[in-house]
């Protein structure tokens, strides 16, 4: 897949490992799937105001702003790391940026470097400004994919948005226009309200929502985006456990990325991988292949019909 093999379908979500070194110490990278990195922009970005980060129902809300070095900081300060230290586990670059030409100048700026397979283009970040304005505009998605492919050879996965009419629509686009692969999904829009100071929790009043409650739509955003193109898809959102993974596969994911899980426990991705390995041998399924996209239809019903 991608052109790679990797050693688990279990891989560490963007913003929730760092770019890897921070996990180092507490799980053992190489026999997870592989990890995306915390983003990369252009110029260094210095992250929103305190406070980033609060619990909600079923989750937690974020809005870290895509802090991170820049450009040439990842690659001086954190790529050679991940060059050196990451032997099987297979690393994507989430990518950043204001304009078509920020992503583009990031995409041209990394790939003559090695140490990672590709890029994840996160054009769905809902805790910053404008972190959605390609995600949901198909023009715009459209154009910046084509511009992209044009500049590396490297697997192109595009993290998509839910806050779109249809997801499907988005990923076929994406496809069209010369991606790899998908993620799906980023976090949902929200808010948590202080009601005895009356303010916001997080000091940018708004921010992206993960964790369990979420697990549902990315389910089926994953399994819309299956149903509109063939691209490998990447499911993301509230997993736990295998079973939660097993969902994402049977929908149509062929990787799953784990991150809030990794907050409460952060061995949950050597975990799920586990969960999985047990569930294919205790079926006696010999290929986890065998499973993407194999969701049945519901009894007694004709072929499936998307819901609104």
């Not at 700026?109 to 390609?134: H, R």
């Not at 979420?214 to 456990?241: K, S």
Request: some cysteine.
């Amino acid at each position: 897949m991608f052109g790679a093999e990797f050693p688990s379908p279990v891989l560490l979500a963007s913003g929730t490992c760092g770019y890897g070194q921070e996990y180092a110490d507490l799980i053992p990278l190489d026999e997870i799937g592989g990890l995306v990195t915390k983003a990369v922009s252009l110029e260094p970005r210095p992250g929103n105001p305190p406070h980033r980060v609060a619990e909600t129902p079923g989750g937690m809300i974020n809005a870290i702003g895509l802090e991170n070095p820049g450009l040439h900081g990842f690659i001086a300060e954190k790529l050679p790391w991940l060059r050196e230290h990451l032997r099987r586990a297979q690393v994507f670059v989430n990518v950043v940026g204001h304009s078509a030409e920020d992503f583009a100048a990031v995409v041209r700026g990394l790939d003559e470097e090695d140490g990672f397979l590709g890029y994840e283009i996160n054009v769905s970040c809902p805790n910053v400004k404008g972190g959605t304005m390609f995600g949901t505009d198909e023009r715009a998605l459209s154009d910046l994919v084509a511009r992209l492919r044009a500049c590396t050879e490297r697997p192109l996965v595009i993290k998509l948005t839910p806050n779109v009419p249809d997801v499907g629509d988005f990923a076929r686009i994406c496809e069209e226009a010369g991606a790899d692969g998908l993620s799906a999904i980023n976090t949902f829009p929200g808010m948590v309200v202080d009601i005895a100071r009356r303010e916001p929790l997080i000091g940018n009043r708004s921010g992206g929502v993960s964790g369990p409650a979420i697990l549902p739509m990315g389910v089926y955003a994953t399994w819309r985006a299956r149903q509109t193109c063939g691209l490998p898809i990447m499911g993301i959102g509230g997993i736990r456990n295998a079973e939660d993974a097993l969902q994402y596969i049977l929908a149509g994911a062929c990787l799953v990325q784990v991150g809030t899980a990794s907050f409460v426990d952060p061995g949950a991705a050597v975990d799920v991988h586990e969960g999985i390995s047990k569930y294919l041998t205790a079926n006696g399924i010999a290929r986890l292949e065998d499973l993407v996209g194999a969701l049945s239809a519901w009894p007694g019903s004709g072929p499936a019909i998307p819901a609104g």
